[in-house]
């Protein structure tokens, strides 16, 4: 790369730092300004150690973090990549029952709570509609890929956009 690269490149990170310490105020403020009016419902100091934790984490090291808003904490990081991976009802009851011994008179019931559960909790802290596609790099469907095959296709997608 050469120098004008280099100095691109510093811009560019130093904008996503300065945007990514706007959103973590604004989230601050907008948790705050929820908790005066009685909005509160969840552990909103546990959600802001968290992403203050992704943050730091996805600043030092690779990592991967699934689940708690990753996408939102790093929305402004140029070096993530962000995927969703969903399934049918039937392919997750299936895979409830077979690989984590739910029992299978209540898995549907479960698993439609813990949806609702990560639903409410992303849209409340986020400010977003959780599973909106357009939160994300790539959607996948483990019915279709399996897990494993997920796995595979966010690796070449990594190796791919970061020339790995």
């Known amino acids: 790369m050469d120098s004008k690269g280099e100095i691109m490149l510093t811009i560019m ?3 996503a730092q300065q945007e990514s310490q706007s959103l973590s105020q604004n989230v601050k403020l907008g948790i705050q300004y ?23 984490l996805a600043e030092e090291e690779s990592c991967v973090i699934i689940g708690r808003c990753a996408d939102y904490a790093l929305e402004y990081n140029p070096n993530c990549v962000k995927a969703f991976i969903r399934a049918d009802i039937d392919t997750r009851i ?23 559960q990560r639903e409410n909790y992303y849209n409340f802290y986020t400010g977003k509609k ?6 994300y790099d790539i959607t996948l469907n483990s019915a279709f890929t399996g897990i494993d095959g997920a796995i595979k296709v966010i690796e070449d997608l990594v190796r791919n956009k970061y020339d790995i």
């Open 13 to 15: 990170a130093s904008l």
């Open 34 to 56: 929820r908790y005066q009016q009685g909005e509160v419902q969840v552990n909103h100091k546990r959600f802001l150690a968290q992403f203050d934790t992704i943050k730091k």
């Open 94 to 116: 299936k895979r409830a029952i077979n690989e984590y011994g739910v029992n299978p008179e209540t898995v549907e019931e479960k698993i439609k709570k813990i949806d609702k």
């Open 130 to 135: 959780w599973g909106n596609m357009e939160n």
